[in-house]
């Protein structure tokens, strides 16, 4: 059965939390800032914010271009983001 727009998927929660641990973790290693971070990868600080605290699920284009910024691959990020989904899988 298709999802009808504006539904999330039940993981949804856990992704958001794994990929914001991710991020988190890989712009601190790299001494960025979220205005930083916002600025090489086209985005606003806010939105870097929003992703950093869960609120937000990136598009398929921020992230890319957020891998981009951090000097990784998009299949890097989306590895590392992989696997790190057991450690969330009671949030989702």
């Given at each position: 059965m298709a999802r009808?727009?504006?539904?999330?998927?039940?993981?949804?929660i856990a992704v958001?939390?794994?990929?914001?641990?991710?991020?988190?973790?890989?712009?601190?290693?790299?001494?960025m800032t979220q205005e930083?971070?916002?600025?090489?990868?086209g985005y606003h600080p806010k939105y870097i914010?929003?992703?950093e605290r869960r609120k937000h699920t990136p598009t398929?284009?921020?992230?890319?271009?957020?891998?981009?910024?951090l000097g990784v691959t998009p299949s890097w990020l989306v590895d590392r983001v992989r696997k790190m989904l057991p450690?969330?899988?009671r949030t989702g």
């Open positions: 009808l727009g504006g539904k999330s998927h039940p993981r949804d958001r939390a794994a990929f914001a641990r991710v991020l988190l973790e890989l712009r601190e290693r790299r001494g930083v971070l916002g600025f090489e990868s914010g929003l992703l398929l284009t921020a992230l890319i271009e957020i891998s981009r910024a450690q969330f899988k």
